[in-house]
């Protein structure tokens, strides 16, 4: 179907606001459009009297920069209701955008604004509202991974859940745990946070340490934290707290450890009996295996831990 330009609308799921259009595909698509010509890949719908665009936003913004309001483009119109025109979105924000943590954020407070709204009558609570331990207390983060399917894993969307709230609670800096680029350190980021206490302003400040020095481990982001928090008072008491955030997180990674091997123990036990598994059979692999056991039960006498 043929529409003026100027007719087009954005999602109205979409808010371009917080949903930034990206320049290099800006310039990739203008220099595609100038030589092959237009390809109707934008996809619409007819809304109360409005014409609104499903996907497709990067090559609107292109159509209105090489073309005339006036002008006509000829694209496909659809009868899209409210949930496709958010799925539609979020699958494309994840073709366009990746691991962006800020199209995440923004697409899952969409969609659980559009699928838990007191006028829908389906606003829905975790199991525990509490404390929620993990992403499989939230049913929350269930309901709208099923909602949108692909990409969108439950863990991920529990997680922006996560940062949606603390942004709520003005524990976490909006501006500095976005600016992180990727969820993996972003995550690292809100751990260490929520460890190491400091304002906004000095979150903000630390995030940009981190991104300079390109560091986004864990202990990296902690260091960063703590320099920050104790820069214009470098007291006994901050001394004393470094260490003990620092021996914290040090016991915290053994407790990782042993949890990955008590889950390769378990695997032993029950490969024990299989045909052929001579690990208890008189051989090198045998012996260094008892050895290391016994030292290691002999550690946890040191500590006290008998059990």
Known sequence: MKVQIKDLKPNPFRDMKNYPIDPKKISSLTNSINQTGFWDNILARRNNGKIEIAYGHHRLVVLKKLFK???????????????????????????????????????????????????????????????????????????????????????????????????????????????????????????????????????????????????FSESGIKSALLDEKYKDMETEKSEREKIRIKARDFVHSIAKDLERINEKIGELIKRKDEPNFDVYEDCIEAEEFTCEVEIFISNLKKLGGKK
């Open 69 to 215: 309001p006036d002008d006509y483009v000829d694209i496909p119109i659809r009868e899209l209701d409210d949930s496709t025109m958010i799925r539609i979105m979020a699958n494309e924000n994840m073709s366009e955008w990746d691991t962006s943590v800020q199209i995440i954020n923004e697409t899952v407070k969409v969609t659980r604004e559009f699928l838990f709204s007191p006028e829908r009558g389906n606003l829905i609570k975790t199991k525990n509202p509490k404390a929620r331990i993990d992403y499989h207390d939230s049913k929350e983060a269930f309901q709208i991974s099923e909602f949108l399917g692909g990409n969108w894993i439950e863990r991920r969307v529990y997680l922006a859940l996560d940062r949606l709230e603390l942004y709520k609670k003005g524990e976490l800096d909006k501006e500095a745990s976005e600016s992180l680029p990727t969820e993996t350190a972003t995550r690292e980021f809100i751990r260490a946070t929520k460890k190491v206490k400091i304002t906004p302003e000095q979150q903000r400040e630390v995030a940009k340490k981190i991104i300079e020095r390109q560091d």
